[in-house]
């Protein structure tokens, strides 16, 4: 009993460093370019949750998911109302060119935009004050697995903060 007991506390203990910020862990990009996946064309269900700022209302929605490389990205919303959004928008084109970059491996033009941060899986990105981003995006958060991503938490520059789940 007390090996089992053992076990439980030395595997939380071992984990607890997967429940921290991102944001507390600057990287270079040379420390974290071979960790992160080569990331192909997929397809996949989504669900996303966006909170906006100053509001109590959570809006969900759900639908498919479509990364053609060096195309884009598209969400086939299906609920709570039908619609289809491809990442071209001013404020989503970077986001799009994000995900490019990231799956091409491109990181130099991440570079001169973003800050990098990692730990355990999870990218972050801020933007550079001098970088067009600024404008609109307070940060990413872009957690992997071995071959896909899995999440992306957006916070736009007014605090509205958007959470997808790609499975």
């Known amino acids: 009993m007390f090996n089992k007991i053992l076990i439980t506390i030395a595997c939380f203990v071992l984990t607890f460093p997967a429940y921290g910020n991102v944001f507390e862990h600057?990287?270079?990009l040379e420390t974290i370019a071979g960790q992160i996946p080569v990331l192909n064309s997929t397809e996949c269900k989504f669900r996303q949750e966006k909170t906006i700022p100053a509001s109590n209302v959570v809006?969900?929605?759900?639908?498919d998911f479509k990364y053609e490389k060096d195309k884009g990205v598209t969400f086939y919303t299906t609920y709570p109302i039908k619609s289809?959004?491809?990442?071209?928008?001013?404020?989503?084109?970077?986001?799009?060119n994000i995900?490019?970059?990231?799956?091409?491996?491109a990181?130099?033009?991440?570079?001169?935009?973003?800050?990098?941060?990692?730990i355990n899986q999870t990218l972050g990105l801020i933007p550079k004050k001098e970088s067009p981003a600024f404008n609109y995006l307070k940060s990413i958060e872009i957690e992997f697995n071995?071959?896909?991503?899995?999440?992306?938490?957006?916070?736009?520059?007014?605090?509205?903060?958007?959470?997808?789940?790609?499975?």
């Open 59 to 63: 809006l969900k929605s759900s639908g």
């Open 26 to 28: 600057p990287q270079s």
């Open 107 to 118: 990181y130099a033009k991440l570079e001169k935009d973003f800050q990098f941060y990692y």
């Open 84 to 96: 289809t959004v491809s990442y071209t928008s001013k404020e989503y084109k970077q986001i799009n």
């Open 146 to 167: 071995q071959t896909a991503i899995t999440k992306m938490i957006i916070l736009a520059a007014d605090s509205t903060k958007t959470v997808i789940w790609f499975q």
């Open 99 to 105: 995900i490019n970059a990231i799956s091409n491996k």
